[in-house]
């Protein structure tokens, strides 16, 4: 059974920092693009990092650049998002997608929640 649990979120104010974590389980990890998606109330769920290739080429969203980091570790089957210089406005639901490169079958966590907050 493919389970991708995601762990990491919390409540945080403005400037601050988190690290979400994805733990992958049931499939061949190193076999996928896996990236970090969000969903904010009343909005579509919208790419936020992802590593697209097996070289670990990275899109970012422009709204995170500079300030959230993607990065995996096949060893541990775990991938990962540094969320620093944190903004209200980053407020969201985050969910962990795993896409195969080639089949492009597709696995979704059940997300944790962001809240930037003062």
């Known amino acids: 059974q493919v389970q991708l649990v995601e762990s990491g979120g919390g409540l945080v104010q403005p400037g601050g920092s988190l690290r979400l974590s994805c733990v992958v389980s049931?499939?061949?990890?190193?076999?996928?693009?896996v990236g970090w998606y969000r969903q904010a109330p009343g909005r579509e769920r919208e790419l936020v990092a992802a590593?697209?290739?097996?070289?670990?080429?990275?899109n970012n969203a422009d709204s995170v650049q500079g300030r959230f980091t993607i990065s995996r570790d096949n060893a541990k089957n775990t991938l990962y998002l540094q969320l620093n210089s944190l903004k209200p406005e980053d407020t969201a639901v985050y969910f962990c997608?795993?896409?195969?490169?080639?089949?492009?079958?597709?696995?979704w966590g059940r997300g944790t929640q962001v809240t930037v907050s003062s």
């Open positions: 997608n795993a896409v195969h490169f080639w089949t492009r079958q597709e696995y």
């Open positions: 049931g499939l061949a990890f190193s076999d996928y693009a």
């Open positions: 590593i697209i290739t097996r070289t670990g080429s990275i």
